[in-house]
C-alpha cells in the first residue's frame, strides 16, 4: 500500500505564497506520474500540475506562471510552490501518484482570503 501525506495548506492573504508538500511512503511501487489536484467548495476536483518520472511537467492554464510543482531527491517527495495567490485558489489541495493504481492523499485546505 501506497500512503501519501500532504502538508503546508494554511490560511494566507491574496497575493501571498505557500508551498504544499506531499511525502510518498509505504510499498515500493512503479510510479509514472505525480500530481496535485484541488476540489474547490461546490465544485469538481480539478487537475492543478503533474510532474513524470521523468521531470516533465503539466499545469492547468490558471496556475501557469504562479505555481511550480517539483520533485524532492530520491523522489519520495512532492512539492508545489504556489506565488501570487489568489482567492479562487481556495480549495483542498489532494497529492496524487500514479502507476498501475492511482493513490490520493487526505488532503490539505487552502484559504486565500482577498
Known amino acids: 500500500q501506497v500512503h501519501l501525506t500532504e502538508s503546508g495548506g494554511g490560511l494566507v492573504q491574496a497575493g501571498e505564497s505557500l508551498t504544499l508538500s506531499c511525502i510518498r511512503t509505504?510499498?515500493?511501487?512503479?510510479?509514472?506520474?505525480m500530481g496535485w489536484y484541488r476540489r474547490a467548495p461546490g465544485k469538481e476536483r480539478e487537475l492543478v500540475a503533474t510532474?513524470?518520472?521523468?521531470?516533465?511537467?503539466t499545469d492547468a492554464d490558471s496556475v501557469k506562471g504562479r505555481f511550480t510543482i517539483s520533485e524532492g531527491s530520491p523522489g519520495n517527495t512532492l512539492y508545489l510552490k504556489m506565488n501570487s495567490l489568489k482567492p479562487s485558489d481556495t480549495a483542498v489541495y489532494y497529492c496524487?501518484?500514479?502507476?498501475?493504481?492511482?493513490?490520493w492523499g487526505q488532503g490539505t485546505q487552502v484559504t486565500v482570503s482577498s
Open positions: 509505504g510499498v515500493a511501487v512503479r510510479i509514472n506520474t
Open positions: 496524487q501518484a500514479a502507476g498501475c493504481l492511482e493513490y
Open positions: 510532474i513524470s518520472s521523468v521531470g516533465e511537467t
